[in-house]
């Protein structure tokens, strides 16, 4: 089953917690902190993979985490860091996030193989107490927590990546067109949507190879859902030719393709433009054939080029494959077409350290990402851990800005999920 569209919940890891150790060696009986570090958390990255060709795997695996990091140990020895999760989706991909009011933000194009995006970064690992030790605190007794990995609500779209498009009114003939110009065997019979997914076919006209997609056929309304249309007509969007097909023996052809475009238009004007090659179909139909010339005085004032063809017997697809093939050449080459190996990452941008204080319910409150942060990761069970976080707070002048809110020792306060009392 083709499945081109999925909703997935991802998760970096955690960090690994810090360690509260001290040296324990034979004649060295006052040995000094030694706590080493927790391990980063993985990261999510999803990654636009040459092997995968649907999302069909997700809708059996919709939760996917990375790796948490391992706690640090005594003797300075760090903990490992957790395994970077990679997440293979076919290339033409598009990696949006879902927001909590419901509204999507786009991460990435993944349009080219290899091509990657960071979703989701590792928490950082707690770092040990050996890390805190200073002239005035030899022998610190706290350790920081491993930071919270981050966590997101992703929805993945597949957008197919064939050069041309074949688009018209359903039982039109694009399946038997594309399986007698390629190795393609989709499904064929004579009803409407017999096509239910895209098919994709390669085609090789002379020297030029180019790779065609049969879009299923779309109906009036196509670009509000009806029929099959809105599952499917994003896969036109990337296609640089289009091939638009007419039924011959339909009462209006021109009618048709006027209604087929009107919908493409709809769903996305740039489509519009999108250069298109007119396929009158089914001329080996002796009525068909009968009316060429009244087709011809129809359709031959249209911008496309006109072609009469017969998929079933193959009369005229070669003359519209190289047309449709001289018409590629000269487009500029796809965007997506880079050196191999180059990857666009997209890395969360840093955000400035302002501290802001409102007061809600009786409790201020902290608009501060490091404090955040910082407040989380720490052992606030432990006095030495909280007297260390408001020595940080005061150093980023959080205590200033509870000040001038009117805070006074003993409030409470509260950094994200966190709710301390001000000493």
Do not use: C
Request: without cysteine.
């Amino acid at each position: 089953m083709f499945v081109d569209r999925a909703e997935i919940w991802v998760k970096a890891g955690n960090g690994g917690n810090g360690r509260v150790s001290f040296r324990r060696e034979k004649f060295v009986p006052f040995g000094g902190p030694d706590g080493g570090d927790g391990g980063d958390g993985g990261s999510v990255h999803v990654e636009a993979d040459p092997g995968t060709a649907t999302l069909r795997d997700f809708r059996y695996h919709p939760r996917l985490r990375a790796e948490q990091g391992a706690d640090g140990q005594g003797g300075d020895r760090h903990g490992k860091k957790g395994q970077d999760l990679i997440i293979k989706a076919p290339a033409g991909t598009v990696v949006k996030r879902r927001e909590a009011d419901g509204s999507e933000i786009v991460l990435a194009d993944l349009d080219a193989v290899g091509k990657r995006v960071l979703v989701a970064r590792g928490g950082k690992g707690g770092r040990g107490n050996a890390r805190f030790a200073t002239s005035t605190n030899q022998a610190p007794r706290f350790a920081e927590k491993g930071e919270a990995g981050e966590e997101a609500r992703l929805l993945l779209e597949l957008k197919l990546l064939a050069d041309v498009g074949l688009v018209g009114h359903p039982n039109v003939g694009k399946s038997t067109l594309l399986s007698v110009i390629s190795a393609a065997r989709p499904k064929i019979a004579d009803y409407p949507f017999t096509t239910k997914e895209p098919v994709l076919g390669v085609v090789e006209a002379g020297h030029r190879n180019f790779v065609v997609a049969d879009i299923p056929g779309l109906i009036e309304g196509a670009h509000r859902g009806l029929g099959l249309g809105h599952e499917f007509l994003r896969h036109i969007e990337r296609t640089r030719v289009l091939v638009h097909m007419v039924d011959g023996s339909s009462s209006d052809p021109a009618a048709d393709y006027a209604q087929v475009n009107k919908e493409l238009a709809l769903f996305n004007p740039a489509l519009a433009e999108r250069p298109q090659v007119l396929a009158v179909n089914k001329m080996d139909l002796p009525d068909v054939r009968g009316r060429q010339q009244q087709l011809q005085a129809e359709l031959g004032k249209l911008r496309a080029p006109l072609f009469f063809i017969s998929a079933a017997t193959g009369e005229g697809v070669g003359d519209l494959l190289n047309r449709v093939a001289e018409t590629l050449s000269l487009l500029a080459p796809r965007v997506e077409e880079r050196k191999e190996g180059e990857l666009a990452v997209l890395r969360p941008q840093p955000v400035g350290e302002s501290v802001k204080v409102a007061r809600q319910d009786g409790v201020y409150v902290v608009a501060s990402p490091r404090g955040e942060r910082l407040a989380a990761m720490a052992d606030l069970g432990n006095v030495e851990a909280r007297s260390h976080l408001w020595r940080q707070f005061t150093r980023m002048g959080v205590v200033r800005a509870l000040k001038r809110a009117g805070a006074q020792p003993g409030d409470k306060v509260r950094l994200g999920d966190i709710e301390l009392e001000w000493h």
